[in-house]
């Protein structure tokens, strides 16, 4: 599987659902990526500003940074 197709399946998940936890987003991704490398892609894109998390109980809910914009 070639990683660098994961942020552009991430933030199109993301336009699609509005939230999604990492579990969410690892069911509507066609390929089943490793946990780790999607974690570190997450944490990476939240870094840059990309997308925002928040903590909700245990998980962490993701979504785009500006409602989508």
């Excluded at 998940?13 to 490793?34: F, H, M, T, W, Y």
């Amino acid at each position: 599987m070639v990683y660098h197709t994961l942020k552009k399946g991430v933030v199109d998940i993301l336009k699609k659902e509005g939230a999604c936890s990492r579990q969410e987003i690892v069911s509507k991704l066609k390929d089943n990526p490793n946990r780790a490398i999607l974690m570190g892609y997450l944490r990476c894109l939240v870094d840059l500003g990309l997308i925002c998390s928040k903590d909700v109980g245990r998980a962490k809910i993701y979504f785009l940074r500006g409602g989508g914009k």
